[in-house]
């Protein structure tokens, strides 16, 4: 799947669809952890809650 990578003022900002952030369990608020394995970028939920 396809997406876009977007300018929020200096942050950039990975737009992440729906159907992803469902099956993810992903809510908008929520952390997530980044990393970088072999070239590719993971974004994956973290366990610890959310930033509100």
């Not at 929520?30 to 809650?49: A, F, K, M, P, S």
């Amino acid at each position: 799947m396809q997406t876009t990578i977007e300018q929020d003022g200096e942050d950039l900002v990975v737009v992440i669809p729906q159907e992803i952030m469902d099956l993810a369990e992903i809510r908008i608020g929520d952390q997530v952890d980044v990393t970088l394995e072999n070239g590719v970028i993971v974004i994956e939920r973290h366990e610890g809650g959310n930033c509100e």
